[in-house]
């Protein structure tokens, strides 16, 4: 990788606001600075040198029923697809689950789009954690902001407070 990573604590200018908030709580998470250009996965990956089983995405998923929506986050590797549809939509107990439209999931996260992460999320959002993710000794994630990646062990995401961890993928 052609990362400079430097604890998350110490360039909190580098963080969405609700991130710089939650980083203290995590243990050995790093950022590092990116151009804002190259933050989708495929682009950020190749640039880089990260490979794509090593970088995991943040999809936040409004889940209905009976008129109220509740919204979550799922983890997956950038090489595994969420079975919104099925598994998430189960396990949130909806009868409808969609990924949430671009403008209310900046808006509801206090994030930037392209660089969402559970790190500092709303504390009743369910994160749903694919075990892939929780298993992977480092991965790269969003930071709350596209110029910057955070990178962390996928054990701390699993232990974020409001991570469930099971297989998401269809």
């Not at 360039?11 to 969405?16: F, K, P």
């Not at 969609?98 to 559970?118: H, N």
């Amino acid at each position: 990788m052609t990362l400079d990573w430097v604890p998350a604590t110490e360039r909190s200018d580098l963080l969405a606001d609700p991130v710089a908030r939650a980083v203290g709580e995590i243990d050995g998470v790093r950022v590092a600075e990116i151009d804002p250009e190259l933050a989708d996965t495929a682009a950020f990956c190749e640039r880089y040198g990260v490979p794509l089983d090593a970088s995991a995405n943040c999809v936040v998923v409004a889940a209905k029923r009976g008129g109220e929506t509740r919204y979550a986050a799922c983890m997956v590797l950038a090489t595994t697809r969420a079975d919104v549809n099925g598994v998430v939509r189960r396990h949130l107990d909806a009868r409808k689950a969609s990924f949430a439209p671009m403008a209310q999931a900046v808006e509801l996260t206090g994030m930037e789009y392209g660089g969402i992460t559970p790190v500092g999320l709303p504390d009743d959002w369910p994160i749903l954690v694919d075990t892939a993710v929780a298993e992977h000794p480092e991965v790269i994630i969003g930071s709350g902001v596209r110029r910057s990646k955070l990178a962390l062990s996928g054990a701390a995401l699993a232990s974020l407070k409001s991570a469930y961890v099971m297989s998401l993928a269809n």
